[in-house]
């Protein structure tokens, strides 16, 4: 098993920043990816950013150039940096990490994210 726990969330303004953190505990031998999801009001969890073991990185495409997915594999730890942050980035922001099919996938908390217009 993994337990995960988002941190950095909160409110800013249009333009502003902010960086996400992801701690993973329990298992994170066995972890092939993580991946950053949100969800906003009525809508469905969508993928954000995705990080894999061997460093690859791939982005929701209306986030490129303004997110950065990284990882400190001492520390096991994920973050994401957001920059130019828009009203629309407005969600609660999820870390999932996957085990692959036998073990299947865990997710944190989330971490509300609101931008100011």
């Known amino acids: 098993q993994v337990q995960l726990v988002e941190s950095g969330g909160g409110l800013v303004q249009a333009g502003g920043s902010l960086r996400l953190s992801c701690v993973a505990s329990?298992?994170?031998?066995?972890?092939?990816?993580i991946g950053w999801y949100r969800q906003a009001p009525g809508q469905q969890r969508e993928l954000v950013a995705i990080?894999?073991?061997?460093?690859?990185?791939n982005y929701k495409p209306s986030v490129k150039g303004r997110f950065t997915i990284s990882r400190d594999n001492a520390n096991n730890t994920v973050y994401l940096q957001m920059n130019s942050l828009k009203p629309e980035d407005t969600a609660v922001y999820y870390c999932?990490?996957?085990?692959?099919?036998?073990?299947?996938?865990?997710w944190g908390q989330g971490t509300q994210v609101t931008v100011s217009s």
């Open positions: 999932n990490a996957d085990l692959g099919p036998s073990e299947g996938h865990y």
């Open positions: 329990g298992s994170t031998f066995s972890i092939n990816a």
């Open positions: 990080i894999g073991n061997g460093g690859s990185r």
